[in-house]
């Protein structure tokens, strides 16, 4: 079976999360299965296991304690071997077939797995949404994403169905004579 790498980036609070809510929903009702994966499960199960801080599996709005966490359990990792994170991605990729969707391409190494893959970087903005979280603005993880050179665009300011028609232009890469029901 076909592997179909989607890569989501794009800065804090501007809709990645529900970008791959999107995806998956559209995929499941025209029949395909997706897997989900974020470079950042594993330092967020670092943090439950070794630091008692369930952060949880999706992004969302983090307190300033728990993104420092995330972001210091993250370099710690980076420090020891640099593509270490990325590794267990990789593992995770080649082991599923089909759709594989990672939900937080915040480093142009992490973006190079993606086209490695043959998949594709979608880049999420708005200038509606934003967070205001304007604490560790300054850490690679945020920094680096101006650079990430993206395959499809999607502005994240309209609606649900705006959202699913974008959806359905990432999918069709993929699946050009597919007719995506919604």
């Known amino acids: 079976m076909a592997k179909y790498v989607i890569g989501i980036t794009g800065e804090k609070g501007k ?29 967020k199960k670092i943090a439950r296991e070794c630091f008692g801080k369930d952060i ?10 728990e993104r420092q966490l995330l972001c210091s359990i993250g370099d710690a990792l980076r420090g020891i071997d ?23 391409v915040r480093l142009k190494r992490e973006a190079d797995i993606v ?6 970087l979608v880049k999420i903005g708005s200038s509606v949404h934003n967070r205001n979280e304007n604490y560790l603005q300054n850490h690679i993880t945020e920094q680096e994403i101006a650079n990430i050179q993206a395959d499809f665009l999607v502005i994240n300011e309209g609606t649900f169905s705006d959202l699913i028609e974008e959806a359905k232009k990432v999918l069709s890469h993929f699946i050009p004579d597919h007719n995506w029901k919604s």
């Open 115 to 120: 086209h490695d893959y043959d998949g594709i």
């Open 56 to 65: 949880g599996r999706i992004h969302g709005k983090l307190s300033e304690e």
């Open 15 to 43: 809709g990645k999360t529900s970008f791959v809510h999107v995806l998956t929903y559209l995929l499941s009702i025209n029949g395909y299965a997706a897997t989900v994966l974020n470079f950042a499960d594993y330092i």
């Open 82 to 104: 640099t593509n270490c994170l990325i590794n267990v991605v990789c593992r995770q990729i080649d082991h599923n077939d089909g759709f594989v969707i990672i939900g937080d």
